[in-house]
Every structure is written in C-alpha cells, then in structure tokens.
C-alpha cells in the first residue's frame, strides 16, 4: 500500500504544484490503483510516474470543483488507449456522471470499457472482502466529501515451524490447515487448523479528506489512521481567509491528526501564495507544533503504508 501526489496545489496550477489528484496504490493487495481526485493535467502527472492507466479502477471524487475533476475526461479517454479494457467505477457527489458523460458525448468519445457512476451520499459507498470505504461530507461552499480508506484485518500467517515440529511437510495439505480446516492425518491424528495459523494483522487505515473547513466530520473519517491526508490551503495568519473561503489552516488540519489519534498527518492543496522554500518550511512547522507528525505534500512524493505487526 502506497500512497503518491499526483498533485498537491489549490485551485490553479503553479509551476512547482499541479492541482488535485492522489494515487492510492494496492498492487500487492488488490493489483490496483485507486484515484482520489483528477485535477486537470493529472494524465500528464502520471506519464512522470510507474502508475499504468489501465489499472486505475476505481476513482473517488471528494466535490465537483474544477481544480478536482477537469482532469477526468481528458483521463478516461486515454485510458481506453492505453490498455485500458476493464470496468471503470467513479464515485462522486450528484453530477459527476451528468459532467463526464456530457464530456465524452460532446467529444464524440468512444470508450473500450465500461464505466459505472455511484453518486454518493454519507455512509459506506464500497466494500468487498479486502477493504471498507466510507464517507461523510465536510464543510465547503458546495457538497465535498472525506473517504475513509479501512482495510480489514489480515489473516495470521501459516505457523510452518510448528506444523514440521510435529511431521506435517510442505503440500496441498497447508491450503486446508490455512483455511481453518479440522484435518485427519494418515495416522489417525486429528488436528485443528486454527491452531498453526499465527494471530491477526491489524488492517491499515487512509483518511483522504476534500475541501472543508475544520469540522468534526473530520475526526470521524480519521479516527486512527495511519495517514491523515488534510488539506491546508491557508496559513496558521490566514485563518479568516480560509474560513471565508471554506478551506483550512495548517492548525486546523494539525488539531485534526491530533484529536483523532492519526499516526501521521500529510498537508496537501497547499495555496499558490506560498511557493518559496521559506513559505512552505513556515506551513509545515505550524503543524508540527501541535501535530510533531505533520510533513507537507510536494507532487510525485509517496509514502509507504507498511502492514502492521500481528496481534497478540
């Protein structure tokens, strides 16, 4: 699981920031990239990567500003050049299939995939049997949503000292004592599978918030997380400007990650007004005063979320 910035600016791109878009990638678990935003230029920010179109499946949009879904079409038309042949979902505040749709129809677009919209209200908007995402809307001047990323706990590993320390060699036989399955050896001896599987792993939690101002929504979507993404468009000085414009402060999204028990807290959406080194060294030692935590986003940055150690 890793997390990489597609692009970390607010509203208009700047030379050293493109605006919105965040790869959450689970190739080892699922091999799959999930988007959170598509600012425009995203397909672009991608070409500088290892990231391969055609498995982006999924594509989580927090509210319909343009700094955060322009870069949709020009993305979903490409990928059907690029390998692209499986489905397509894109998840969304009402409106996001009227724009898209509207997009590719006007263009004469012609897709070799499948898409599927899911307009999304408050509560669980996708679950299988590897991962939860929930999501509940923040404060902003139009509806924006925070997913909440929650991965379920993994099984233990297969205790393979144990089962050789008492005859039980390397076969088929592994697969039934990993699934938990009451088994009869050859001699007569009746084991429980249960028993040689270690304990569980914790499963891992990202909190991707869109815009908002400081609400306690948010601390409901980053309970506990193992990395807190927050926007913090403004400085700690330009709390009225960020409460003006719905956006938050470096404080703010810090009092967030700390309230809410997250392990790591990364700023993002950061406002062109802050482009110099000094700038952007101000921002992140705002949070970490209250957050010790806090680092900033810069485009193509990642971050690994490593699995947790096993439960005792």
Request: aromatic residues 8%; glycine residues 8%.
């Amino acid at each position: 699981m890793n997390v990489m910035f597609l692009g970390t600016g607010a509203g208009i791109p700047a030379k050293s920031r493109n605006v919105t878009s965040i790869a959450l990638q689970l190739l080892e678990e699922r091999n799959a990239v999930w988007l959170f935003d598509c600012g425009e230029a995203t397909q672009h920010q991608i070409l500088h990567t290892t990231i391969k179109p055609r498995k982006i499946e999924k594509i989580f949009i927090t509210h319909l500003h343009g700094d955060h879904i322009y870069g949709l079409p020009g993305l979903i038309s490409s990928r059907s050049f690029q390998g692209g042949e499986g489905l397509l979902t894109i998840y969304g505040p009402k409106g996001i299939e009227e724009f898209v749709r509207t997009a590719l129809s006007v263009s004469s677009t012609y897709l070799t995939y499948s898409l599927e919209f899911i307009e999304i209200k408050e509560g669980i908007v996708f679950e299988d049997h590897l991962f939860q995402v929930s999501a509940k809307k923040l404060e902003h001047g139009i509806d924006s949503y925070g997913y909440r990323v929650m991965e379920k706990d993994l099984q233990g590993t297969l205790l393979v000292d144990k089962l050789e320390d008492i005859g039980i060699n390397p076969g088929p036989i592994y697969q039934k004592i990993k699934r938990g399955e009451t088994i009869t050896l050859e001699d007569g001896t009746i084991i429980n599978g249960a028993e040689f599987i270690g304990p569980s792993q914790k499963g891992r939690i990202v909190s991707i918030l869109g815009d908002t101002r400081y609400t306690e929504k948010s601390l409901e979507l980053a309970r506990d997380a193992d990395i807190l993404i927050h926007e913090a468009t403004f400085s700690e000085e330009d709390e009225k400007l960020a409460y003006d414009y719905f956006h938050s402060t470096t404080k703010q999204a810090a009092k967030i990650a700390l309230q809410s028990n997250a392990r790591k807290l990364i700023l993002t959406h950061i406002s062109s007004r802050y482009q110099t080194e000094e700038d952007l060294g101000t921002l992140v030692k705002e949070a970490q005063a209250i957050f010790p935590s806090s680092f900033i986003a810069s485009d193509f940055m990642q971050m690994e979320i490593p699995k947790k150690r096993e439960q005792k």
